[in-house]
């Protein structure tokens, strides 16, 4: 029996009793003001920030409200699922008798009058009913209450488990209890229910007055799937009246009876969307029902939707809608959202193997699934997310990551290291948790999570070159695409059963797809190159960022064509097969600063259909032969592999970390109430100063590029959004445009100025230029200037670096490079700096100290020499603040935080 108890233990205990790890908790960040005004914003912004919790259950999803605390967040999410789920402490499962039983009594709750003066979903569903008039009046589809009680559909589970997966099952099993309820009444013309007694005059009179008083017509997108497979699936408009029904609507355009004939699928896509597919359930299937026959699901085979199905996980029949409209409990309005073809395409997308990782990138027709992962240079969701999401979408048990410690027994010398050789084996297993896949790589890393990276990767590839070929037999498929190394264990009946269905959807135009691939890679033609030849080349290895557009065009057409996909900044390891096979060749011929034109044939259409979210009416099936993609790409950077995977792999914690660290020592030694940083690039020490404690008021960055700055901008808007250490005292945080050979006024007299890895990106002139300036006209009480030491490049070029594995990917070591990075004019020895260092101090009455970071500082010094400039005393009055020179303020600012003082 359903009682309600109170619970002594809080909502989120009973959700962890319930689900343990199953259940998880995402906590967003919601600002009350000034959301997304960021970033390149002048005025000053002073955004709250609430939390709102998303609860992941394995059937469910809830969202919270908005919260001031985290806390409150989750437990309101947990509290949601609760009563959506009707969970008590310490429930036992039912018997298949008892959940009837139980569901019998829900049924009935669900149609008292206290029921309806609740913030339930139903509860829309029971005011409509009470509007209509004549024979309609109090009836409510049964399909409405499958919707709508996550109660009902997980008590339903219990009676037969394969009601999760089968809407009309669930239709089914309500109906039988509410003809089995002796306080319920079903028509019997379809799927209605209704109350024995009359519903009570005043709880009619207050539901229905509690309306909204104007009732709007609202149109909203919505798609439409139909039941063939070769019938394009179509974008449509739905008109939905707040007054009238949505499934009287729905039911009109299916072409049904009457809305109680409509069924719908569980929630798909987005956490906390009401996005379902509805369709209605084929008349035989009624018929079946009302003899209270059980339902033959082979008889029905016939006319699954197998799109829909596939998406949602649950066998859908006939034409099917894909809308997001509905009662909910945030608020007592319909709800309704547009989804666009854009929308449909993109989750059929997710559901491949790589799908997940381009739609991550916002790269649908740029982005490739890398063949090779390397901490430093993957970009997007990480390999064992995507791997995760895989398997979820196909609704297979997580993967199951097993790290083995390896023991080379050969190796006696007892002497050198016990670092430890990781070895990552993976598991996928079907949904009756039987063996699909066991792998295990010869390849051993020293990091935990590289192994598991590493390996997560190896098989979401494995699957997507299955996906290519999803036509083998069982007998081609027991070694298929793996390598000789590789013990690669298929279970190939297993495997065909579990995407067996997914070949009969797609296996056709993803075929098709490939091959159209392999012949585009014979011929990438580049025209209108532009921009002189710098001669930094992207090289095989080195992260390479490019800005890009994507446009459709009609052959012979002049226009402009369609814009398909833009790319401010989008960066891949170059060699690692992240980007399509054409972009690569592109970019690689291309030196920093030049653009370049090529077109390809389209991709299929379902592909082009994901990348936009424009009008694609102008896009019919028999077009497409007549179409080109046209790619303008333009070569924004290169960082050289070396300075890079230096930084980060070859020193732990990585140099820039230990710069920060460096910073913070002399920041709090001084008690520095202001920092400007010269060079700010993308905000890395400002960023890394938040998070430490210190005293800072003021914080500033220069640079002179604007794509650097207006990544700091977002990096550092979304760190002050967050509590981090630094929010307390901090009063502002400002970033100015300017070049830092250039004097500006408002810089002048700060506590602390730092300069990091910046001098040696300017001609030898400017760096002198910039320590004069710096020095007598800027004044910082301490200034930190930091650049690579020359003489350290042997050490660094000679070793290998710590991870074995990143040398075998590379497949050779990167040649003798004169300096870490491309865009360095020169990289100084410690003498050189020291002279430098030296003069500057002695002509504007500083005094400098010299250290560094990385390495011990012996021979032959640190991987990054430091020096510490310190104002004399005697300097103190200076011509910086006087004359004209004050007025100096060639700086625009770029964006600017004011601190929330009261925090
Ligand atoms: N200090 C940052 C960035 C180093 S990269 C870090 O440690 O991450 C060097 C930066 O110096 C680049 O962002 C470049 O735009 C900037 N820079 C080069 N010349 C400059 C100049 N004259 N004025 C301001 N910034 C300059
Ligand atoms: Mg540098």
Redesign the pocket.
Same mark, same amino acid.
């Given at each position: 029996m359903v009682t309600m108890k109170k619970q002594p233990a809080t909502p989120k205990a009973i959700i962890h009793q319930k689900f343990g790890q199953k259940a998880r908790y995402q906590v967003e960040e919601v600002a009350d003001v000034a959301e997304n005004l960021c970033p390149g914003l002048t005025i000053p912004q002073q955004t709250k920030i609430k939390y709102r919790c998303i609860l992941e259950l394995p059937d469910l999803t809830v969202s919270s409200g908005t919260f001031s605390r985290k806390k409150d967040a989750e437990q309101s999410a947990a509290q949601i699922a609760i009563e959506k789920l009707g969970i008590e402490a310490n429930e036992q499962i039912p018997t298949p008798e008892g959940a009837f039983d139980e569901l019998i009594a829900r049924l009935n709750i669900l149609f008292t009058d206290e029921f309806l003066l609740s913030t339930h979903p139903l509860v829309g569903h029971f005011r409509v009913a009470l509007k209509r008039e004549g024979s309609l009046f109090g009836l409510v589809p049964i399909s409405a209450i499958a919707i709508c009680d996550s109660k009902v559909n997980s008590i339903c589970k219990f009676i037969d488990i394969h009601a999760e997966s089968d809407p009309s099952l669930l239709l089914y099993l309500i109906s039988k209890a509410a003809k089995a309820s002796t306080s319920l009444l079903t028509s019997d013309n379809g799927f209605f229910i209704q109350k024995q007694n009359p519903t009570l005059p005043e709880a009619t009179e207050v539901l229905v007055s509690s309306q909204v008083c104007e009732s709007k017509n609202v149109q909203t997108e919505a798609v439409f799937i139909p039941v063939g497979l070769n019938e394009e699936v179509k974008g449509l408009k739905i008109d939905i009246c707040e007054d009238g029904y949505f499934l009287d609507v729905i039911a009109n355009i299916l072409k049904t009876r009457d809305p109680s004939h409509i069924l719908s699928s569980r929630t798909v896509g987005k956490a906390s969307s009401e996005m379902r597919f509805y369709f209605s359930a084929p008349e035989c299937l009624f018929s079946s029902l009302a003899k209270n026959e059980v339902v033959n699901a082979t008889y029905f085979e016939a006319v699954v939707n197998k799109r829909a199905s596939y998406i949602s996980g649950q066998t859908i029949y006939g034409d099917a809608i894909l809308a997001n409209v509905g009662y909910t409990w945030r608020s007592s309005n319909l709800l309704c959202e547009d989804v666009s073809l854009c929308t449909y395409y993109r989750m059929l997308l997710g559901q491949l193997p790589d799908g997940y990782y381009k739609l991550s990138r916002e790269a649908v027709l740029t982005a490739e699934l890398p063949s090779f992962y390397s901490r430093a240079n993957w970009r997007g969701s990480l390999p064992k997310d995507l791997l995760s999401f895989f398997c979820r979408n196909h609704r297979l048990p997580q993967p199951i990551f097993c790290v083995q410690k390896v023991v080379f027994l050969e190796d006696n010398d007892t002497t050198s290291d016990n670092t430890n050789f990781l070895r990552c084996e993976v598991k996928i297993l079907s949904r009756s948790e039987e063996p699909l896949i066991v792998c295990s790589f010869p390849d051993t890393y020293r990091k935990e999570s590289d192994a598991i990276q590493n390996s997560a990767l190896k098989v979401l590839n494995w699957f997507k070159v299955y996906f290519r070929q999803l036509d083998l037999l069982e007998n081609e498929l027991h070694s298929f695409g793996i390598a000789p190394e590789e013990s690669f264990k298929l279970y190939p009946k297993a495997i065909l059963q579990e995407f067996s269905f997914w070949t009969s959807v797609f296996a056709k135009s993803l075929c098709n797809y490939s091959k159209l691939n392999r012949i585009l890679e014979n011929r990438v033609v580049l025209s209108n190159i532009e921009g002189p030849d710098s001669g930094v080349i992207p090289s095989v290895g080195s992260v390479t960022s490019v800005s890009y557009e994507v446009r459709l065009l009609r052959e012979g057409d002049d226009g402009e064509g369609y814009l398909l996909e833009k790319n401010e900044e989008f960066e891949f390891e170059v060699g690692s097969g992240a980007v399509t096979y054409p972009m690569e060749v592109c970019a690689t011929q291309l030196s920093v600063d030049q653009s370049a034109k090529f077109t390809v044939v389209p991709p299929p259409r379902d592909v082009i259909l994901a990348s936009t979210s424009t009008d694609p009416s102008y896009l019919s099936d028999t077009h497409l032969e007549n179409w080109r993609l046209e790619y303008e790409v333009k070569v924004l950077q290169v960082a050289a592999p070396m300075e890079e995977r230096m930084e980060t792999a070859f020193f732990s914690p990585p140099l820039?970390k230990q710069r920060v660290e460096f910073a913070v020592r002399h920041i709090n030694q001084s008690h520095a109430l202001s920092l400007v940083?010269?060079?700010?690039?993308?905000g890395?020490?400002l960023d890394s100063l938040l998070d430490h404690n210190t005293c800072l008021e003021k914080l500033v960055g &220069?640079?002179?590029?604007i794509r650097?700055l207006t990544r700091a901008a977002k990096v550092l808007h979304q760190k002050l959004s967050n509590h981090c250490a630094m929010r307390a005292c901090l009063k502002s945080a400002v970033l100015y445009d300017?070049?830092?050979?250039d004097f500006d006024a408002q810089l002048y007299n700060f506590d602390i100025g730092t300069c990091?890895? &910046?001098i040696e990106?300017?001609e030898e002139e400017?760096a002198q230029q910039f320590g004069d300036i710096a020095l007598s006209k800027f004044c910082p009480k301490i200034l930190i200037v930091s650049t690579p030491n020359y003489e350290y490049n042997p050490i660094l070029q000679r070793s290998s670096l710590p991870n074995k594995e990143e040398d075998q990917e590379e497949g050779e070591k990167p040649g003798p490079c004169k300096f870490r990075n491309h865009d360095h004019k020169f990289e100084w020895t410690r003498c050189q700096f020291e002279k430098w260092a030296n003069d500057l101090a002695s002509k504007h009455g500083y005094s400098v100290e010299f250290s560094g970071v990385g390495g011990s500082g012996d021979e032959p010094g640190f991987a990054s020499q430091i020096a510490v400039f310190k104002r004399g005393l005697l300097r103190e009055g200076n011509n910086g603040s006087r004359g004209m020179e004050s007025l100096r303020r060639p700086y625009e600012i770029l964006w600017e935080w004011c601190g929330n003082r009261e925090r």
């Amino acid at each position: 029996m359903v009682t309600m108890k109170k619970q002594p233990a809080t909502p989120k205990a009973i959700i962890h009793q319930k689900f343990g790890q199953k259940a998880r908790y995402q906590v967003e960040e919601v600002a009350d003001v000034a959301e997304n005004l960021c970033p390149g914003l002048t005025i000053p912004q002073q955004t709250k920030i609430k939390y709102r919790c998303i609860l992941e259950l394995p059937d469910l999803t809830v969202s919270s409200g908005t919260f001031s605390r985290k806390k409150d967040a989750e437990q309101s999410a947990a509290q949601i699922a609760i009563e959506k789920l009707g969970i008590e402490a310490n429930e036992q499962i039912p018997t298949p008798e008892g959940a009837f039983d139980e569901l019998i009594a829900r049924l009935n709750i669900l149609f008292t009058d206290e029921f309806l003066l609740s913030t339930h979903p139903l509860v829309g569903h029971f005011r409509v009913a009470l509007k209509r008039e004549g024979s309609l009046f109090g009836l409510v589809p049964i399909s409405a209450i499958a919707i709508c009680d996550s109660k009902v559909n997980s008590i339903c589970k219990f009676i037969d488990i394969h009601a999760e997966s089968d809407p009309s099952l669930l239709l089914y099993l309500i109906s039988k209890a509410a003809k089995a309820s002796t306080s319920l009444l079903t028509s019997d013309n379809g799927f209605f229910i209704q109350k024995q007694n009359p519903t009570l005059p005043e709880a009619t009179e207050v539901l229905v007055s509690s309306q909204v008083c104007e009732s709007k017509n609202v149109q909203t997108e919505a798609v439409f799937i139909p039941v063939g497979l070769n019938e394009e699936v179509k974008g449509l408009k739905i008109d939905i009246c707040e007054d009238g029904y949505f499934l009287d609507v729905i039911a009109n355009i299916l072409k049904t009876r009457d809305p109680s004939h409509i069924l719908s699928s569980r929630t798909v896509g987005k956490a906390s969307s009401e996005m379902r597919f509805y369709f209605s359930a084929p008349e035989c299937l009624f018929s079946s029902l009302a003899k209270n026959e059980v339902v033959n699901a082979t008889y029905f085979e016939a006319v699954v939707n197998k799109r829909a199905s596939y998406i949602s996980g649950q066998t859908i029949y006939g034409d099917a809608i894909l809308a997001n409209v509905g009662y909910t409990w945030r608020s007592s309005n319909l709800l309704c959202e547009d989804v666009s073809l854009c929308t449909y395409y993109r989750m059929l997308l997710g559901q491949l193997p790589d799908g997940y990782y381009k739609l991550s990138r916002e790269a649908v027709l740029t982005a490739e699934l890398p063949s090779f992962y390397s901490r430093a240079n993957w970009r997007g969701s990480l390999p064992k997310d995507l791997l995760s999401f895989f398997c979820r979408n196909h609704r297979l048990p997580q993967p199951i990551f097993c790290v083995q410690k390896v023991v080379f027994l050969e190796d006696n010398d007892t002497t050198s290291d016990n670092t430890n050789f990781l070895r990552c084996e993976v598991k996928i297993l079907s949904r009756s948790e039987e063996p699909l896949i066991v792998c295990s790589f010869p390849d051993t890393y020293r990091k935990e999570s590289d192994a598991i990276q590493n390996s997560a990767l190896k098989v979401l590839n494995w699957f997507k070159v299955y996906f290519r070929q999803l036509d083998l037999l069982e007998n081609e498929l027991h070694s298929f695409g793996i390598a000789p190394e590789e013990s690669f264990k298929l279970y190939p009946k297993a495997i065909l059963q579990e995407f067996s269905f997914w070949t009969s959807v797609f296996a056709k135009s993803l075929c098709n797809y490939s091959k159209l691939n392999r012949i585009l890679e014979n011929r990438v033609v580049l025209s209108n190159i532009e921009g002189p030849d710098s001669g930094v080349i992207p090289s095989v290895g080195s992260v390479t960022s490019v800005s890009y557009e994507v446009r459709l065009l009609r052959e012979g057409d002049d226009g402009e064509g369609y814009l398909l996909e833009k790319n401010e900044e989008f960066e891949f390891e170059v060699g690692s097969g992240a980007v399509t096979y054409p972009m690569e060749v592109c970019a690689t011929q291309l030196s920093v600063d030049q653009s370049a034109k090529f077109t390809v044939v389209p991709p299929p259409r379902d592909v082009i259909l994901a990348s936009t979210s424009t009008d694609p009416s102008y896009l019919s099936d028999t077009h497409l032969e007549n179409w080109r993609l046209e790619y303008e790409v333009k070569v924004l950077q290169v960082a050289a592999p070396m300075e890079e995977r230096m930084e980060t792999a070859f020193f732990s914690p990585p140099l820039s970390k230990q710069r920060v660290e460096f910073a913070v020592r002399h920041i709090n030694q001084s008690h520095a109430l202001s920092l400007v940083d010269f060079g700010c690039g993308s905000g890395s020490l400002l960023d890394s100063l938040l998070d430490h404690n210190t005293c800072l008021e003021k914080l500033v960055g &220069v640079d002179i590029s604007i794509r650097a700055l207006t990544r700091a901008a977002k990096v550092l808007h979304q760190k002050l959004s967050n509590h981090c250490a630094m929010r307390a005292c901090l009063k502002s945080a400002v970033l100015y445009d300017g070049s830092i050979t250039d004097f500006d006024a408002q810089l002048y007299n700060f506590d602390i100025g730092t300069c990091i890895e &910046v001098i040696e990106h300017m001609e030898e002139e400017q760096a002198q230029q910039f320590g004069d300036i710096a020095l007598s006209k800027f004044c910082p009480k301490i200034l930190i200037v930091s650049t690579p030491n020359y003489e350290y490049n042997p050490i660094l070029q000679r070793s290998s670096l710590p991870n074995k594995e990143e040398d075998q990917e590379e497949g050779e070591k990167p040649g003798p490079c004169k300096f870490r990075n491309h865009d360095h004019k020169f990289e100084w020895t410690r003498c050189q700096f020291e002279k430098w260092a030296n003069d500057l101090a002695s002509k504007h009455g500083y005094s400098v100290e010299f250290s560094g970071v990385g390495g011990s500082g012996d021979e032959p010094g640190f991987a990054s020499q430091i020096a510490v400039f310190k104002r004399g005393l005697l300097r103190e009055g200076n011509n910086g603040s006087r004359g004209m020179e004050s007025l100096r303020r060639p700086y625009e600012i770029l964006w600017e935080w004011c601190g929330n003082r009261e925090r």
